[in-house]
């Protein structure tokens, strides 16, 4: 560019100062990968020259391999422990004295030990110097014990405490049958209403234009559910809370809430006021006459049951429920041929299903044959509402005038709940039969 003014020197200037400014900014970033370059070389270096040094190390363990067992290393010691296992094994396996085990022991620093480890034969004592020729008998015949070993020497259990296992051991109970297959919503008050109507509407054909078409209505009803308090209480002396191997606290707990599982499957399908079972309305399968017990149970009962229920939608989601001992008498029912019904053969675990229904099993249901009595259901457990107003609560009272003057506390678990079956006509029982 040709410089003719004052004003063409000075952009020249300028751009010349860029560039120089550019290409020191070049020079330094040159400088800094450089740097970085020489950085990495030498870590490539060390870590060269460590991995030199280990390949020395193994070169001089592997030629000193034959020699471990004499070094006092870690090495040497794990080394000289699983040679004096195999030893021993070998020694077992023999029946009797092996030089080669005693040495082993004795290379570990071995004390007296049992018999048992070399040969069966009583106690014996390894003596310093590993000769399998020093092995020589116990030296008492008559030792204090604490199990009676020496017969009627039982003077050295007094030395020994008793002890109680910190676990409690019982039977739990089963889980809730029905949690999670009902309706469960929440209620406000003591008395809540839930609207409902079994009403189905049908289209009817008209022959031509002018023919009046058919007019339909519907009813509603109403089922109702009431809060009930269920609760259970306990009282513990401070004393033997402190004095108790197991955790009283968490173990009450526990079963208070086993306890509400089968209370809850009670009340959702037998209990004499809200199970579905004892619902107004419900359809009802009588057993033939002579039937009285449960043992006299039928897969002709259970096909009873179904068409009961006379409509697909009535069927749709339903199960059969029942306790496990009802279901063992079904899993046994045979055709006139002495095939099974419900499993293929004896030796399999037969499917908890009858016509393709699923079998609900639990302890809720009955279990004591009587006559007239319900002990089989069948239906959608949708249909039945359990209301939650307080849901499982576990409280501890420690602060009351009988902590103070007693030492006593006291675990409580109190529950609000209601239970109805809302749609009667789309369940059935199954009830024994009067004589």
């Known amino acids: 560019m040709a410089i003719e003014t004052i004003e063409s020197l000075n952009t020249a200037l300028e751009e010349i100062g860029t560039k120089q400014t550019e290409f020191e900014k070049s020079v330094a970033e040159l400088q800094e990968k450089n740097i970085e370059l020489v950085t990495t070389l030498d870590e490539a270096k060390a870590t060269n020259e460590l991995f030199e040094e280990k390949i020395k190390t193994l070169q001089t363990t592997i030629k000193n391999e034959r020699a471990i067992d004499k070094v006092m290393t870690q090495e040497g010691h794990d080394y000289r422990l699983g040679k004096m296992a195999m030893e021993m094994y070998m020694a077992k396996l023999s029946g009797t004295p092996r030089e080669g085990a005693i040495k082993a022991m004795a290379d570990m620093g071995a004390t007296p030990t049992q018999a048992s480890v070399l040969k069966d034969t009583g106690p014996i004592e390894i003596v310093k110097g590993y000769n399998a020729e020093k092995v020589v008998a116990a030296v008492s015949a008559d030792p204090l014990t604490s199990d009676d070993s020496d017969e ?39 008395t809540t209403y839930l609207p409902t109507t079994t009403e189905e509407f049908a289209f009817t054909a008209v022959t031509d234009q002018e023919t009046a078409k058919t007019e339909e209505d519907i009813t509603f009803a109403k089922t109702t559910l009431t809060v009930v308090t269920y609760a259970l209480w306990i009282a513990i002396t401070e004393e033997a809370d402190e004095d108790s191997l197991i955790a009283l606290g968490a173990l009450i707990r526990t079963l208070s809430s086993e306890a509400w599982a089968l209370k809850y499957d009670q009340l959702c399908l037998s209990d004499s006021t809200y199970g579905a079972m004892a619902t107004s309305g419900i359809n009802q399968v009588t057993m033939t006459s002579g039937d009285t017990g449960f043992s006299n149970i039928s897969a002709g009962d259970l096909d ?63 279990s004591t044959s009587a006559v007239s009595t319900d002990f089989v259901a069948f239906g959608n457990p949708a249909y039945i509402v359990n209301g939650t107003k307080v849901g499982f609560e576990f409280r501890v009272f420690d602060q009351t005038y009988a902590t103070m003057q007693y030492d006593q506390f006291f675990l409580r678990a109190r529950l609000r709940q209601a239970f109805a079956l809302w749609a009667p006509s789309a369940w059935v029982k199954l009830t024994t039969a009067a004589s």
């Open 152 to 190: 009627g020497n039982w003077y050295g259990s007094y030395l020994v405490p008793v002890d109680t296992a910190a676990e409690c051991m019982r039977v739990a109970a089963d889980s809730s049958a029905m949690m999670g297959q009902v309706t469960t919503r929440p209620v406000r008050g003591i």
């Open 304 to 366: 009873s049951m179904i068409a009961a229920l006379t409509t697909q939608n009535k069927r749709k989601g339903a199960k059969f429920f029942m306790h496990p001992t009802v279901w063992d008498h079904v899993a046994i029912l045979q055709d006139a041929n002495g095939n099974y019904i419900v499993r293929d053969r004896f030796g399999e675990k037969e499917a908890l299903r009858v016509r393709g229904y699923d079998v609900v099993l639990s302890d809720g249901m009955p």
